[in-house]
Protein backbone atom coordinates (compact mmCIF):
# COMPACT_ATOMS: atom_id res chain seq x y z
CA UNK A 1 0.00 0.00 0.00
CA UNK A 2 2.73 2.51 1.00
CA UNK A 3 4.10 1.96 -2.81
CA UNK A 4 0.54 3.19 -4.00
CA UNK A 5 0.31 5.99 -1.41
CA UNK A 6 3.99 7.24 -3.04
CA UNK A 7 2.91 6.72 -6.51
CA UNK A 8 -0.19 8.28 -6.22
CA UNK A 9 0.66 11.78 -3.91
CA UNK A 10 3.78 12.50 -5.94
CA UNK A 11 1.39 12.47 -9.24
CA UNK A 12 -0.87 14.61 -7.63
CA UNK A 13 -0.81 18.39 -8.84
CA UNK A 14 -2.47 20.07 -5.76
CA UNK A 15 -4.28 23.18 -5.53
CA UNK A 16 -2.73 26.61 -4.06
CA UNK A 17 -5.20 28.81 -1.85
CA UNK A 18 -3.64 32.36 -2.14
CA UNK A 19 -5.54 34.45 0.76
CA UNK A 20 -3.35 36.77 2.24
CA UNK A 21 -6.12 37.61 5.04
CA UNK A 22 -6.56 34.08 6.55
CA UNK A 23 -3.72 32.36 8.71
CA UNK A 24 -1.07 30.16 7.29
CA UNK A 25 -0.69 26.89 9.04
CA UNK A 26 0.88 23.68 7.37
CA UNK A 27 0.24 19.98 8.16
CA UNK A 28 2.58 16.71 8.05
CA UNK A 29 -0.02 13.30 7.12
CA UNK A 30 2.49 11.13 8.71
CA UNK A 31 2.53 7.79 7.36
CA UNK A 32 4.42 4.46 8.37
CA UNK A 33 4.17 1.01 7.15
CA UNK A 34 3.71 -2.51 9.52
CA UNK A 35 3.84 -5.53 9.05
CA UNK A 36 2.35 -4.51 4.83
CA UNK A 37 -0.34 -2.65 6.42
CA UNK A 38 -0.30 1.61 6.28
CA UNK A 39 -1.23 3.74 8.71
CA UNK A 40 -1.89 7.52 9.37
CA UNK A 41 -0.73 9.06 12.40
CA UNK A 42 -3.22 11.56 13.94
CA UNK A 43 -3.26 13.03 17.38
CA UNK A 44 -5.97 13.90 20.03
CA UNK A 45 -5.09 17.49 20.91
CA UNK A 46 -4.93 18.00 24.41
CA UNK A 47 -6.80 20.18 26.50
CA UNK A 48 -4.27 22.53 27.35
CA UNK A 49 -4.07 23.98 23.70
CA UNK A 50 -5.64 27.21 22.73
CA UNK A 51 -7.94 25.91 19.85
CA UNK A 52 -9.43 22.92 18.61
CA UNK A 53 -9.48 21.20 22.49
CA UNK A 54 -9.67 17.98 22.51
CA UNK A 55 -10.12 17.46 18.73
CA UNK A 56 -8.19 14.59 16.23
CA UNK A 57 -6.00 16.71 14.04
CA UNK A 58 -2.53 16.08 12.33
CA UNK A 59 0.47 17.44 13.26
CA UNK A 60 1.14 20.94 12.61
CA UNK A 61 0.37 24.58 13.12
CA UNK A 62 0.41 28.40 12.79
CA UNK A 63 3.51 29.65 10.09
CA UNK A 64 6.01 31.47 11.68
CA UNK A 65 8.00 34.25 10.51
CA UNK A 66 11.14 31.92 10.40
CA UNK A 67 9.93 29.46 8.90
CA UNK A 68 10.94 29.88 5.79
CA UNK A 69 8.47 27.68 3.88
CA UNK A 70 5.30 26.45 5.04
CA UNK A 71 6.56 22.98 4.52
CA UNK A 72 8.76 24.09 7.52
CA UNK A 73 6.12 25.17 9.91
CA UNK A 74 4.78 21.37 8.99
CA UNK A 75 7.90 19.78 9.68
CA UNK A 76 8.78 21.75 13.22
CA UNK A 77 5.15 21.38 14.41
CA UNK A 78 5.34 17.44 13.63
CA UNK A 79 9.00 17.54 15.43
CA UNK A 80 7.80 19.87 18.45
CA UNK A 81 3.85 17.88 18.74
CA UNK A 82 4.91 14.21 18.36
CA UNK A 83 9.09 14.21 18.21
CA UNK A 84 9.51 13.26 14.47
CA UNK A 85 12.85 14.73 13.49
CA UNK A 86 12.75 16.62 10.33
CA UNK A 87 15.55 14.13 8.71
CA UNK A 88 12.96 11.19 9.23
CA UNK A 89 10.17 12.47 6.96
CA UNK A 90 10.02 11.63 3.25
CA UNK A 91 7.79 14.65 1.63
CA UNK A 92 6.04 12.24 -1.02
CA UNK A 93 3.77 15.62 -1.96
CA UNK A 94 1.24 17.20 -0.61
CA UNK A 95 -2.57 17.41 -1.00
CA UNK A 96 -4.82 20.62 -1.82
CA UNK A 97 -4.53 23.82 0.23
CA UNK A 98 -7.95 23.86 2.69
CA UNK A 99 -9.83 26.82 4.41
CA UNK A 100 -11.13 26.04 7.79
CA UNK A 101 -14.33 27.39 10.09
CA UNK A 102 -11.39 28.74 11.81
CA UNK A 103 -9.84 31.25 9.23
CA UNK A 104 -7.18 29.07 8.68
CA UNK A 105 -5.61 27.65 5.17
CA UNK A 106 -3.86 24.55 5.89
CA UNK A 107 -1.47 23.08 3.36
CA UNK A 108 -1.07 19.36 3.84
CA UNK A 109 1.89 17.82 3.32
CA UNK A 110 2.14 13.94 2.99
CA UNK A 111 5.08 12.24 4.41
CA UNK A 112 6.77 8.43 5.04
CA UNK A 113 8.63 7.90 8.26
CA UNK A 114 10.10 4.60 9.01
CA UNK A 115 8.93 2.12 11.40
CA UNK A 116 9.32 1.11 14.06
CA UNK A 117 9.46 5.05 15.11
CA UNK A 118 10.27 6.31 19.09
CA UNK A 119 7.33 8.99 19.31
CA UNK A 120 8.00 11.57 21.52
CA UNK A 121 4.62 13.61 22.18
CA UNK A 122 4.35 17.23 23.88
CA UNK A 123 1.35 16.66 26.50
CA UNK A 124 0.77 20.22 26.15
CA UNK A 125 -0.16 19.89 22.88
CA UNK A 126 -1.41 16.10 22.41
CA UNK A 127 -2.97 13.74 24.81
CA UNK A 128 -2.19 10.89 22.75
CA UNK A 129 -1.59 9.51 19.14
CA UNK A 130 -4.07 7.32 16.71
CA UNK A 131 -2.83 5.15 14.06
CA UNK A 132 -5.35 5.03 11.31
CA UNK A 133 -5.20 2.04 9.57
CA UNK A 134 -5.28 3.26 5.88
CA UNK A 135 -7.19 -0.07 4.44
CA UNK A 136 -10.03 1.61 7.17
CA UNK A 137 -10.05 5.15 5.81
CA UNK A 138 -10.58 3.62 2.18
CA UNK A 139 -14.29 2.10 3.30
CA UNK A 140 -15.34 4.02 5.79
CA UNK A 141 -18.64 6.07 5.14
CA UNK A 142 -18.37 9.74 6.67
CA UNK A 143 -22.21 10.96 8.44
CA UNK A 144 -22.49 14.35 6.62
CA UNK A 145 -23.53 17.21 9.56
CA UNK A 146 -24.25 21.21 9.96
CA UNK A 147 -21.65 22.64 12.16
CA UNK A 148 -22.12 26.42 12.70
CA UNK A 149 -18.54 28.95 13.59
CA UNK A 150 -19.44 32.60 14.29
CA UNK A 151 -22.64 32.42 12.55
CA UNK A 152 -21.49 30.30 9.57
CA UNK A 153 -22.93 27.18 9.04
CA UNK A 154 -21.46 24.46 6.93
CA UNK A 155 -22.00 20.94 6.71
CA UNK A 156 -18.75 18.64 7.65
CA UNK A 157 -18.03 15.43 7.39
CA UNK A 158 -17.57 13.18 10.11
CA UNK A 159 -16.77 8.91 11.32
CA UNK A 160 -15.53 7.37 14.41
CA UNK A 161 -12.32 5.73 14.80
CA UNK A 162 -11.70 3.76 18.07
CA UNK A 163 -14.43 6.26 19.85
CA UNK A 164 -12.47 9.00 18.42
CA UNK A 165 -14.41 11.45 16.50
CA UNK A 166 -12.49 12.60 12.90
CA UNK A 167 -14.19 15.88 11.78
CA UNK A 168 -13.99 19.08 9.67
CA UNK A 169 -10.91 19.80 7.83
CA UNK A 170 -8.82 16.41 9.18
CA UNK A 171 -11.89 14.40 8.19
CA UNK A 172 -12.08 16.60 4.57
CA UNK A 173 -7.87 16.25 4.20
CA UNK A 174 -8.48 11.98 4.79
CA UNK A 175 -11.40 12.00 2.42
CA UNK A 176 -9.14 13.65 -0.24
CA UNK A 177 -6.23 11.32 0.46
CA UNK A 178 -8.50 8.80 -0.20
CA UNK A 179 -9.22 9.49 -3.26
CA UNK A 180 -6.34 10.44 -4.53
CA UNK A 181 -5.39 7.03 -3.53
CA UNK A 182 -7.94 5.72 -4.84
CA UNK A 183 -7.74 7.56 -8.13
CA UNK A 184 -11.48 8.83 -8.15
CA UNK A 185 -12.27 12.17 -9.33
CA UNK A 186 -11.81 15.08 -6.71
Keep these: MISLIREKVKQYSPKTIESPGAICAGVVIPIYEKEQESFIVLTKRSNEVRMHKGEVSFPGGMCEDDDGSIMNTALRECCEEIGVRKKDVEIIGRL ?14 VGIIPY ?30 EAEHMGNIQVVP ?11 ATCRLLLQFRKIVKNETI
Design 116 to 145: PYRFKTNPGEVAYLIDLPVEYLMGVSPDME
Design 96 to 109: DDMYTLTGFVITPY
Design 158 to 168: SFYYNGDRVWG
